[in-house]
């Protein structure tokens, strides 16, 4: 349930009316937006009437939020949320480009692609020191020492590391990583889920294979439910029938996550086909489409990636992409960071 507040509301009578709803045993999500202010009640709003709240002055009217998910909903928070990272906005208008290896290999490897991507503009260093992997026999990561490869190359060029986290164990590891990502295959993960939402971290939060829109909304619900409202939602692609391609890139995603919630969403479009040829054409559709962004593998020596060198561009091919990012998102009256 929702109170849509009239313009200019008293400050004191909003302070008497959010007593009033705690006393009644809810918890309150206050946004100010820039034309509304909405009081968003969460918990078991089931047996409360909304004539309880029509009576306040204050209270233009009530309106009851049938979605599962509530805090994310775009309907407790009608404006784009806008998240300050490292120096970097994302959402609303502001477009940023995630991009390094699928795995940190090495220091020379790690330290050579983030002075690349750097270069040519991207804003944050992605790498795997965790990696999940379908089979037990493949290379699973450098794991701690590759997170501190991670972090000399963060010291090294200055960029703002993503990286995931697979265990909620490991979390005392990631204190000095930029953004947490978390995994499509740990996306319903939920004591891992709960453990990230008791962080003050912020978290891309992948879509899962088959998830639908509503299971992965409710993910970051489990997120903002602990506490933590730092998220970024992540399409990299859902599996259908199709084998020609790693995933399909389900690019009506960023117009339907734009509807339902007020997060941003960026594309991971390495993911999405698994093919490096098919990586700069998704880019611009995820571009047209109103994405927050883009999350690329990029590789000095892709033919001898120990992980989805497939999909990975070669360091020239990344700076060409990136030209053409640059002109598109120029194009689209948005601001690359």
């Not at 050579?112 to 991207?122: D, F, I, L």
């Not at 040829?277 to 927050?292: E, F, H, K, T, Y």
């Amino acid at each position: 349930m929702i109170l849509i507040l009239k313009p200019n509301p008293d400050q004191a009578q909003i302070s008497v009316l959010i007593r009033h709803i705690k006393e009644m045993g809810l918890s309150v999500n206050y946004s100010e937006g820039s034309r509304t202010t909405i009081l968003g009640l969460l918990g078991d709003t089931s047996a409360i009437s909304p004539a309880d709240f029509e009576v306040y002055d204050i209270v233009e009217r009530v309106q009851r939020v049938t979605e599962p998910f509530k805090q994310v909903n775009r309907k407790m928070h009608p404006d784009d949320t806008i998240l300050e990272i490292s120096g970097h906005k994302i959402g609303a208008g502001y477009f940023n480009v995630f991009a390094g290896p699928c795995s940190v290999e090495s220091e020379t490897q790690i330290l050579e692609v983030a002075e690349r991507v750097k270069q040519a503009g991207a804003s944050f260093l992605r790498g795997g020191a965790f990696k999940p992997r379908t089979s037990p026999y493949s290379f699973q990561g450098l794991e701690a020492e590759g997170l501190k490869l991670l972090l000399e190359a963060k010291r090294q060029t200055g960029m703002p590391i993503v990286t995931e986290i697979m265990s909620e164990k490991h979390l005392d590891l990631f204190a000095d990583v930029d953004i947490i990502q978390l995994g499509a295959r740990n996306m319903q993960n939920f004591m891992l889920l709960k453990e990230l939402g008791r962080s003050d971290k912020p978290i891309l939060l992948k879509r899962g294979l088959s998830a639908t829109m509503e299971e992965f909304l409710m993910a970051a619900e489990y997120i903002f439910a602990g506490g933590n409202t730092k998220v970024i939602l992540c399409e990299r692609g859902i599996r259908t029938f199709e084998k020609m391609i790693r995933n399909n890139l389900d690019i009506s995603a960023i117009p339907l996550v734009k509807t339902l919630t007020h997060l941003p969403v960026i594309i991971d479009p390495s993911h999405a086909a698994g093919r490096r040829d098919m990586v700069q054409p998704l880019s611009r559709a995820a571009i047209a489409a109103g994405a927050d962004g883009l999350i690329v593998e990029a590789h000095n020596n892709p033919a001898c990636a120990l992980c989805d060198g497939a999909q990975s561009l070669d360091l020239d091919m990344f700076d060409q992409m990136m030209q053409d990012v640059k002109r598109r998102v120029a194009f689209e009256g948005r601001q690359l960071q």
